[in-house]
T-cell receptor
Framework: DTGVSQDPRHKITKRGQNVTFRCDPISEHNRLYWYRQTLGQGPEFLTY????????KSRLLSDRFSAERPKGSFSTLEIQRTEQGDSAMYLC??????????????FGPGTRLTVL | AQKVTQAQTEISVVEKEDVTLDCVYE???????LFWYKQPPSGELVFLIRRNSFDEQNEISGRYSWNFQKSTSSFNFTITASQVVDSAVYFCALSLTGNQFYFGTGTSLTVIP
């Protein structure tokens, strides 16, 4: 049983460039989440999907951030016109929603973004 | 508003000592879930435990135990007979029915051989 995978693991970009990260959830999981983690802090929730529907996006950091999950499987997180403050670890998690309202989230290894 | 506080930023213990990591949460919701995750140096968050707000039973899993007390809004985590492999950052998290997770700032545990 494979876990959550993320690609790339590391990304270095210049300020002003666009970047896109991919997340592949655990195969039977219907919910997918994106978080940002900066040094010395806990993960900060950004957005989540149930199947292909984006149910919460108000906590995306700015309109430069967007996420998609077009077929309800993998998801992408895009940051446009990157800024140095965007440098962080971007984490993806997935869960299966059953009878419990809040099921356990399983996390991927993260994508570390460095904006020069 | 929801909030999770992990007041201990860093803890160091000598191998085989017991250690307790504190977690205090704030929420006005009556239904919520509490979690602990471990983040080893490799970076991947590893799920340890989930507790719902209606279940105050303490839980033991091997060397790990959790003490959930609604009266003090705390969900503390104890490692008995610590080992070097326990060295990691440990996060406590709160989730409401909307599935948004609120993480604490983490406690960095170092177990010295």
């Amino acid at each position: 049983d494979t876990g959550v995978s993320q690609d790339p693991r590391h990304k270095i970009t210049k300020r002003g460039q666009n970047v896109t990260f991919r997340c592949d959830p655990i195969s039977e999981h219907n919910r997918l989440y994106w978080y940002r983690q900066t040094l010395g802090q806990g993960p900060e929730f950004l957005t989540y999907f149930q199947n292909e529907a984006q149910l919460e996006k108000s906590r995306l950091l700015s309109d430069r951030f967007s996420a998609e999950r077009p077929k309800g499987s993998f998801s992408t997180l895009e940051i446009q016109r990157t800024e140095q403050g965007d440098s962080a670890m971007y984490l993806c998690a997935s869960s299966f929603t059953g009878l419990a309202a809040s099921d356990t989230q399983y996390f991927g290894p993260g994508t570390r973004l460095t904006v020069l | 508003a929801q909030k999770v506080t992990q007041a201990q930023t860093e803890i160091s213990v000598v191998e085989k000592e017991d250690v307790t990591l504190d977690c205090v949460y704030e929420t006005r919701d009556t239904t919520y879930y509490l979690f602990w995750y471990k983040q080893p140096p490799s970076g991947e968050l590893v799920f340890l435990i989930r507790r719902n707000s209606f279940d105050e039973q303490n839980e033991i899993s091997g060397r790990y135990s959790w003490n959930f007390q609604k009266s003090t809004s705390s969900f503390n985590f104890t490692i008995t007979a610590s080992q070097v492999v326990d060295s990691a950052v440990y996060f406590c998290a709160l989730s409401l029915t909307g599935n948004q997770f609120y993480f604490g700032t983490g406690t960095s545990l170092t177990v010295i051989p």
